[in-house]
C-alpha cells in the first residue's frame, strides 16, 4: 500500500516562502517520477513541477524561476521549496507519484492528501 503524506503547508505574506514536504511508502521509489500538483478553489488541479527518477526536472510557466522541485531517494522523500510567494499560489497542493510496474509500460499513480497553502498579507 502506497501511501504520499504531505507536510509544510500554511499562511504565509506575499514576498515569503514555504517548503513542502512529501514523504512516500511503496516500492520503487527511486524509479517513480514525482510532482507537486495543485488546485485553487474553482480551479482545475494544474501540474506545479515534475522531477524524473534520473533528478530531471520541469516547471509550469507560473512557478519556473520561484520554486524548486528536489527529492531524496534513500529517505523517499521529495519536496518543493517555494520562493517570492504570490497570492496566486494560494492552493492545496498534492503529491503525486508515478511507478512503472512491469515492461509492457503499466504504472500506477498515487496522490497525497494534500497540503494548503495561503499566500495572503
Known amino acids: 500500500q502506497v501511501q504520499l503524506v504531505e507536510s509544510g503547508g500554511g499562511l504565509v505574506q506575499p514576498g515569503g516562502s514555504l517548503r513542502l514536504s512529501c514523504a512516500a511508502s511503496?516500492?520503487?521509489?527511486?524509479?517513480?517520477?514525482m510532482a507537486w500538483y495543485r488546485q485553487a478553489p474553482g480551479r482545475e488541479r494544474e501540474l506545479v513541477a515534475r522531477?524524473?527518477?534520473?533528478?530531471?526536472?520541469t516547471y509550469s510557466d507560473s512557478v519556473n524561476g520561484r520554486f524548486t522541485i528536489s527529492r531524496d531517494n534513500a529517505q523517499k522523500m521529495v519536496y518543493l521549496q517555494m520562493n517570492s510567494l504570490e497570492p496566486s499560489d494560494t492552493a492545496v497542493y498534492y503529491c503525486?507519484?508515478?511507478?512503472?510496474?512491469?515492461?509492457?509500460?503499466?504504472?500506477?499513480?498515487?496522490w497525497g492528501q494534500g497540503t494548503l497553502v495561503t499566500v495572503s498579507s
Open positions: 511503496g516500492r520503487l521509489f527511486s524509479s517513480s517520477a
Open positions: 503525486y507519484k508515478r511507478t512503472v510496474v512491469n515492461v509492457e509500460g503499466a504504472a500506477v499513480e498515487n
Open positions: 522531477i524524473t527518477g534520473d533528478f530531471s526536472t
